[in-house]
């Protein structure tokens, strides 16, 4: 699938039962963002978010709160419209599912739907989710549990409106197989395959009145509202103009990027797809269905008071730390463990040691050197001096960056950009300006301060869309008239105007440091060591850990888990076996430095000779290939 000319990214649309999380904040955000860099690219772009607002929870939420279901809705949302306002969110709309632009479209669908034949009324028995607002079957029911036992669950009897949904599964099942782009990343998509391996039945899309009466009414039978995920997963085409406005629908879908959490998967990936189907539209060019934060190792939970309230590390530690946090901590489509001690950790080492450490050491020499003005412009950095290293290193960060972009990778694209950041700071330890002012070496001092300067402008613009207000912030401290830079210019060198004054007020990231009256934790008492595992210092020298480039991946006939790797280990290029098919696919690896055991005795995997072994880290379901954090040649030893 070619990529289009204009962009168009979703979030879910949240439901208005509470208020929202850091799960809510971390999708929004991460749209945010893909929609900032692709302004920042000259590309046009669309960005919808918004509040589902019908359905069993409101109504219960309404009930429980002594107010109507609309009055619920309209209360609730509003946290949600706060938080983006105060998250800095820049989304184009923000639909509510209550709204007539929406529940007109709806109608509309079901009509023509229910005219062809593809919705039919019939008797249902059996279990009801509350929770999830769906159907199941006994096998659905957490092992061990009764029906009794599950105040959630409840056993149902009554006439419904069907979606024929069991004739899209052979359909499905082949467009998923034939766009792998469709849904990412590939373990989900494989989740959702699975799933369809089973028989898939028709959708229940009504709710009687009696028992429901908080929904869009059944065109065709006023005595049934319409279920809440057939409503909801229309607000996706229904805010763009479908059935209203042609040309404009026309120019956004299909959606570039629809962004999940990986708990509504298969509503998303099943539901939805078969919907369209019916409808005639074309389908989303990738549903990407992140992981959860947990806390510790446990998912974050109301019932288990662990939910993270991003309003409370907003107002402790600022909105662009809370962002950057969230999109450098998470590797998209992984979980992600939130910890306060993690937060801080992060701050401190990326942001007000590197990142505001470099802003305060350039404006704090040139305020010394050259009267807080930005030094005469020097020619373009020579191939091979230190300026031409420093200036190359910004320059694959900004490839890096925006590749990660295709790639959903964003936090990657963050660590490169800090690793060029930290590269300037090495760059001004190895130049030592203090010393080129000493020896009155005025020449070398100006090319040495405004090559710092320079790189840091270059560097941090590629943080922009991460940290709009703090990088505005950046950028004006360096006499930069605009505050969000033009992304082309990057890439140019010179861009900082010789003579413009400085303005830096105050740190840019202060240090997060622990309030000294708060005793640190006492330490546990140490296990028990079990030495029957251990092995000596002589054991370990005994095995060569190397990093190695991959130059080359491809599927192992036959074997579904199984990559056949070419790497270059030092001076020789090695062949390796390895069972992460499930993880990876052969784009992702080609060009990364892996760590790989060396020494071991080579095997033949069928048919196939494998000449060492690539390391890996994995938990649960996720696994993570072990890299190194920067550019390393091939073949260095690992200690």
């Known amino acids: 699938m070619t ?6 990214v979703t979030t879910p649309i949240y439901y208005v039962n509470d208020k929202p999380h850091i799960g809510h904040a971390y999708t929004t955000i991460l749209a945010d963002v893909l929609t900032r860099y692709q302004r920042l690219l000259k590309r046009p772009s669309y960005f919808l978010t918004g509040t589902d607002e019908h359905g069993q929870k409101v109504q219960r939420a309404a009930e429980a709160n002594g107010i109507t279901s609309q009055e619920q809705a309209d209360r609730t949302v509003v946290r949600f419209q706060e938080l983006w306002k105060r998250l800095d969110i820049t989304h184009d709309d923000f639909i509510r599912t209550t709204e007539p632009r929406h529940k007109e479209v709806v109608q509309e669908i079901l009509q023509d739907l229910y005219d062809r034949g593809e919705i039919y009324k019939a008797e249902y028995d059996g279990l009801y989710d509350v929770t999830s607002e769906t159907f199941i079957t006994e096998k659905d029911l957490p092992e061990g549990k009764t029906v009794d036992e599950l105040p959630n669950i409840m056993r149902i009897k009554e006439t419904n409106y069907f979606f024929r949904m069991s004739h899209y599964q052979d359909w499905l099942i082949q467009y998923i197989e034939d766009n792998p782009e469709f849904i990412q990343p590939d373990f989900r998509r494989n989740e959702t395959l699975g799933f369809l ?4 039945q028709d959708l229940c899309i009504s709710r009687p009145k009696s028992r429901l009466n908080w929904g869009i009414d059944l065109p065709f039978d006023p005595d049934y509202v319409c279920y809440v995920w057939f409503d909801a997963l229309v607000n996706y085409i229904s805010a763009i103009g479908y059935r209203r406005d042609e040309a404009r629908f026309q120019q956004w879908w299909p959606v570039n990027y629809h962004l999940i959490g990986k708990d509504i998967l298969t509503t998303h990936t099943v539901y939805w797809p078969t919907m369209l189907q019916a409808m005639g539209l074309p389908q989303p060019r990738t549903i990407f269905a992140h992981g959860w934060w947990l806390f510790g190792d446990t998912k974050m939970s109301k019932s288990l008071g662990n939910v993270v309230n991003p309003m409370d590390l907003i107002d402790q530690h600022g909105v662009d730390a809370f962002r950057y946090y969230v999109m450098a901590e998470m590797t998209p489509g992984q979980d992600a463990s939130f910890s306060h001690d993690g937060f801080v950790r992060r701050y401190n080492a990326d942001l007000a040691n590197d990142l505001g450490n470099l802003l305060s050491r350039v404006a704090s020499m040139l305020g010394r050197y050259h009267e807080g003005r930005i030094p005469p412009r020097p020619e373009a950095p020579q191939a091979g001096s230190p300026e031409a290293e420093v200036w190359a290193t910004v320059q694959t960060a ?11 990778r964003i936090d990657f694209g963050i660590a490169r950009v800090i690793d060029a950041i930290k590269h300037i700071n090495r760059y ?5 300006p203090w010393t080129l002012a000493k020896q009155q070496k005025t020449e070398a001092l100006h090319q040495t301060l405004y090559v710092a300067a320079e790189c840091l402008r270059a560097a941090s613009a590629l943080l922009y869309p991460v940290m709009p207000e703090r990088i505005g912030a950046l950028r004006q401290a360096l006499g930069m008239a605009d505050r969000e830079p033009v992304i082309d210019r990057v890439r140019e060198f010179g861009v900082l105007e010789p003579g413009t004054a400085l303005a830096l007020e105050g740190a840019l990231f202060p240090r997060i440091d622990r309030n000294p009256s708060e005793a640190p934790p006492a330490p546990a008492a140490p296990e028990p060591v079990d030495e029957s595992n251990l092995i000596s210092i002589e054991d370990f020298k005994k095995v060569e850990l190397k990093t190695a480039k991959i130059l080359s991946a491809e599927a192992m006939p036959g ?6 790797l070419q790497v270059a280990c030092g001076g020789e290029t090695r062949q390796i076996i390895a069972g992460i098919a499930k993880h990876y696919t052969p784009a992702d690896l080609v060009g990364k430095t892996v760590v790989v055991v060396a020494n071991l005795k080579p095997v033949k995997l069928r048919g196939q000779l494998s000449q060492g072994m690539v390391l890996a880290a994995s938990s649960g379901e996720v696994l993570s290939l072990i890299s190194v954090d920067r550019e390393t040649e091939s073949g260095a030893i690992v200690r």
Request: hydrophobic share 40%.
């Open 428 to 432: 001004l330890e190895i130049k030592q």
């Open 3 to 8: 990529e289009s000319s204009s962009f168009y």
């Open 398 to 408: 900004a490839n890096e960056m925006i590749g990660s972009l295709k790639t959903m």
């Open 197 to 200: 391996r089973k028989p898939l």
């Open 559 to 564: 074997a579904d888990k199984l990559l056949l």
